[in-house]
Every structure is written in C-alpha cells, then in structure tokens.
C-alpha cells in the first residue's frame, strides 16, 4: 500500500461522519459478536449521516476493502459471514441478489413451468441439424 493511501484511509477514518467503533472490533472470532458490536456502535455514535443500519454496513464493508489483500481467507470469510449477522441483529430480511434466489427448489420449479416467457421445447427429430 503506497503512503497515499495510507493517508487517504487515515484521514476517511478520523475526520469523516464515518461512526467511532471501539479499537478491536473486528477481531472477534464470531461473526454474531462483531455484528452487535458494529450495531452498538452505530446506534450509540454521533459522528454517522445515514441510519444505523447502513452506517454498520458501510463500516463493515469499508474495513473489508481497506484490509484488502492483507486478510487471511478465515478473516475475510469471517467478515461476509458478518453481513447477514448484522442484518439479522438489526432485524432486517436477507440479501436477496436474485428475486428467486430464496426460494425453495420446488418454488422455483414451479415458477419456470408457468412463466409467460416460457420457451417451449422442440421435439428431437424437427431440430436442424448440427
């Protein structure tokens, strides 16, 4: 990391609205541990612009794209395994990246068979050939 950098972090972290977090926060070993500690520092913090929710979140993911390269895979795994924590402490639904995603096989089955975009199958012998 050159020196720029360094400073560039530095400098977001202690003059931004960027919320206080205690020194160790993210070296705890549960993921559940660092979400309840991310959530009391936001709700505690007057130093965050948005919710408490987002503010943990965007502290969560700006440590984890400050450390970058120097986390371990657990420590990095350890930390996504921290997202859906903290949404669960804040009592918010799961990420959901794809509208059926979250759903059950059999519901997603179902959702293909009906689906108006449907392409509908070519029995073998009218395909072209190859």
């Not at 360094?6 to 926060?25: K, L, N, Q, Y």
């Not at 705890?28 to 959530?39: C, F, M």
């Not at 639904?93 to 689906?115: D, F, N, V």
Request: aromatic share 4%; charged share 30%; proline share 7%.
């Amino acid at each position: 990391m050159s020196e720029d950098e360094h400073r560039w972090s530095a400098e977001v972290t202690e003059h931004s609205d960027a919320m206080d977090i205690e020194h160790g926060t993210f070296s705890h070993d549960d993921p559940h541990e660092i979400a309840l500690a991310l959530k009391h520092a936001a709700e505690s913090s007057e130093r965050r612009k948005s919710d408490p929710f987002r503010s943990a979140m965007s502290m969560l993911n700006f440590y984890i794209n400050r450390a970058g390269k120097n986390l371990s895979r657990a420590e990095h795994e350890k930390l996504e395994r921290t997202k859906p924590e903290l949404r669960k402490v804040f009592g918010r639904p799961p990420e959901m990246t794809c509208g059926l995603q979250a759903a059950s096989a059999s519901a997603r089955m179902a959702a293909a068979t009906h689906s108006a975009t449907r392409i509908p199958s070519i029995p073998a012998e009218r395909m072209p050939p190859a």
